[in-house]
């Protein structure tokens, strides 16, 4: 229980809704229109945002014209979710998006934003669900009587100041790991499509590169035992495997060996290739949605891994789909191990993969560390909000 005392949000932010339309996206629009999808796990990730013009962005803002410090949060289809907006971008809130604006001098914004993530608050957002056919949503009507936590505004900035020193961190780890991801595709782009093939290099096909492995493993017969399992939700939430033990996985899995890199056969028109990060004594599996492909030595993880993410493989996959509805399309193993490559000679792959793989190994690091600093982080948020640890050092001024 916190030591501070539970003020209800509508004492110390305003509430502000979004639209209730859909916004007309205008690409090269001076401002961003902020989807509910783009809020996630404490921070806003522009992926299914868009820019609208100077003219929409007053129409669609006509309730308040969102300010660095604002804290958005989404009230249906993503309830749970919220974060705090930068001055990045000059911002347009979308549909199933509200609005927190801190009243200055008793709320600090970064902290108002890991109140939210408390357990505490959450146990009250689930309390107020509403459950309807296809989401879930909260009324905004009741927001302003549910409390959270109120330490001194000094001691807010330095519980945002530790809590945020770490997601500086993560954010730092993510950013990098962009970079590194994005120069790995453009090298491969460069010495492998832009380019002349070279002497040595052969016509081929996926099948000359990697080998398919289909080892099937069902975990309902090691209940005990904690598997890495590598699934699409895993994937796509952030790319980061679920342990679980075998009691809790209902279906027959794929084994996952080190040095294997995943495909998604499924919807083929996202992106889901993955590396995963084994260690010699993981139990790792994954979804028969993947296929699970070896690199031959020759050829080298790095290179398959950048050739699964080009665009011309990407474009050829889509066109391998089978299925009628948009959630069931599926390629055919056959058919992608067919697809068309230029196999690079000894030289070059050996060179590209002490380039290339030393990068997706930083890659590897980082998103370990960052997992280090998320669980440090998550069992540091209930103490400090409970006062029953104090924040480290100062800072986080909030807005």
């Excluded at 604002?70 to 998006?97: I, N, P, S």
């Excluded at 080892?215 to 090691?222: A, G, I, N, R, S």
């Excluded at 560390?369 to 540091?380: H, P």
């Amino acid at each position: 229980m916190s030591e501070w005392p539970l003020v209800p949000i509508g004492e110390l932010c305003e509430l502000y809704d979004g639209p209730h339309q859909t916004a007309p996206l205008a690409p090269g629009g001076p401002v961003v229109y902020l989807n509910v999808g783009d809020i996630r796990g404490g921070r806003i990730e522009l992926a299914l945002s868009g820019q609208v013009t100077e003219e929409t962005a007053r129409k669609w803002s006509r309730r308040v014209e969102p300010l660095p410090g604002d804290v958005v949060f989404g009230y249906e289809a993503k309830v749970g979710e919220a974060a705090m907006l930068t001055k990045d971008h000059r911002w347009c809130l979308g549909r199933r998006v509200g609005l927190l604006r801190p009243r200055s001098g008793l709320i600090d914004s970064r902290y108002l934003t890991y109140a939210w993530y408390s357990k505490h608050f959450q146990d009250t957002l689930r309390a107020h669900r509403i459950g309807g056919t296809t989401i879930e949503s909260i009324r905004l009507t009741d927001l302003p009587r549910w409390t959270i936590p109120l330490p001194s505004i000094d001691r807010q900035r330095r519980i945002a100041g530790t809590l945020g020193a770490l997601d500086d961190k993560i954010e730092l780890n993510r950013r990098m790991s962009e970079t590194l991801e994005g120069t790995a595709q453009a090298l491969f782009k460069s010495w492998f499509l832009d380019s002349e093939p070279d002497a040595s290099d052969e016509d081929g096909s996926l099948a000359d590169a990697v080998d398919l492995l289909r080892d099937l493993v069902d975990p309902q017969l090691e209940p005990d035992t904690v598997f890495h399992h590598y699934s699409l939700p895993a994937y796509d939430a952030g790319r980061e495997a679920i342990s679980e033990p075998g009691a809790g996985i209902r279906s027959s899995k794929l084994a996952v060996p080190w040095g294997s890199v995943l495909l998604s056969k499924l919807n083929p028109e996202i992106e889901r290739v993955w590396v995963p990060d084994i260690r010699p004594d993981d139990r790792a599996i994954c979804s028969t949605e993947f296929l699970v492909l070896r690199p031959r030595a020759d050829v080298g993880r790095a290179f398959v891994y950048e050739f699964l993410r080009s665009a011309p493989f990407r474009s050829t996959l889509t066109s391998l789909v089978t299925g009628t509805t948009g959630s069931h399309q599926r390629a055919h193993a056959e058919a992608i191990l067919q697809v068309p490559l230029r196999l690079p000679g000894p030289s070059q792959a050996a060179k590209f993969e002490l380039v290339v793989g030393l990068m997706l190994d930083r890659v590897a690091v980082a998103r370990r560390e960052s997992r280090t600093l998320v669980a440090l982080r998550d069992a540091l948020l209930p103490r400090l909000l409970s006062g029953e640890t104090s924040p480290s050092f100062g800072g986080g001024q909030g807005a």
